[in-house]
């Protein structure tokens, strides 16, 4: 019986990284994708945009590059007005990095080219092979992160983006679904989603205004909005959600904290929200960022009796 040879896997993945950076034009990234930044750079705008965490320790840890390649980078994103940089709130001896109003434009942009690119990809693969495709890609990164954790454990990947096409639909779906599940909430709540949800989407100011879908390992599992109040200077919180089977691994933390963030870099004084007493997971959070409950009142809504709260978190200045 023939032995297989050893070196056939590492000749066969080195082929594979050839066919695929030259595939997505990895080693020309900018002329790939119309944007005048390299592949590097384009992932650091990525984090900044979506990671919970922007310390320039986290960022180098997540993406494993050189402190001083990654502080000169840095600096070129902020000559260019890109980036802001000042010590972290969470600890003053590390440095925290906040996009600009420019660098969100830019990150934007990077996520537009890049789906474009994707989707210019996929157009070439016949309709019933592309869930085939990604069943494998989800194979791949499953076998390599799982070697990396050791023991076969894989570490579940998450990441915040902003909603694209369909995911509106699908906080409205799965808020309705999931509420009537575990609540008993009627048709009425499902009409208040969509209603906030459709009034998103028709007018809002992008640069005050924000959704995060939150993704585990490539399939969307959580969602959070952040838009303007009535009262001046106010951000509410809107329709925090986390799948039930995707529980457990901070992803309500890092929406929150996302948002959190995201008003307070844009110069709201305060948030707002309101929810039931019977979301007490969703209540630990919101305690843990430093909202404060202000008034309760019973009510019958959604078909069942309710104890409605108001939460509030004074945001202060940016740090």
Not at 94 to 110: D, F
Not at 111 to 119: A, F, I, P, T
């Amino acid at each position: 019986m023939p032995h297989a040879d050893p070196d056939t896997p590492i000749r066969d993945i080195r082929a594979f990284n050839r066919f695929y950076t030259n595939l997505i034009g990895a080693l020309d990234y900018s002329r790939h994708t119309y944007v005048p930044y390299t592949l590097t750079e384009s992932r650091v705008l990525y984090e900044l945009a979506h990671a919970p965490r922007t310390d320039a320790a986290d960022l180098r840890a997540e993406l494993t590059l050189d402190a001083g390649y990654l502080s000169r980078l840095l600096g070129k994103f902020e000559k260019a007005g890109l980036v802001e940089r000042a010590p972290s709130a969470r600890d003053p001896r590390r440095q925290s990095i906040t996009l600009t109003a420019r660098g969100r434009e830019a990150a934007a942009l990077l996520d537009e080219r890049s789906n474009e690119s994707v989707g210019s990809l996929l157009s070439a693969v016949a309709p019933g092979e592309r869930t085939r495709l990604a069943a494998a890609m989800r194979t791949v990164r499953e076998i390599l992160e799982g070697s990396r954790a050791g023991k076969g454990a894989r570490v579940p990947e998450v990441v915040l983006r902003e909603p694209g096409p369909g995911d509106l639909g699908w906080i409205v779906q799965r808020n309705a679904a999931l509420y009537a599940a575990e609540y008993g909430f009627n048709i009425d709540y499902e009409g208040l989603v969509a209603r906030i949800v459709a009034d998103f989407a028709e007018d809002h100011d992008p640069h005050l205004e924000r959704v995060w879908i939150a993704e585990l390992d490539g399939r969307p599992v959580g969602s959070v909005m952040c838009v303007r109040d009535e009262a001046p200077g106010t951000a509410r919180l809107r329709l925090l959600l986390v799948e039930p089977d995707a529980r457990g691994h901070g992803i309500g933390d890092q929406l929150v904290r996302s948002c959190v963030e995201f008003a307070r870099g844009v110069g709201y004084r305060e948030m707002v929200l309101w929810t039931n007493d019977i979301l007490g997971a969703a209540r630990a959070i919101y305690q843990r960022h430093g909202f404060v409950l202000v008034d309760e009142k019973p009510h019958r809504s959604f078909g069942v009796d309710l104890l409605g709260q108001d939460w509030q978190l004074h945001l202060g200045s940016a740090s």
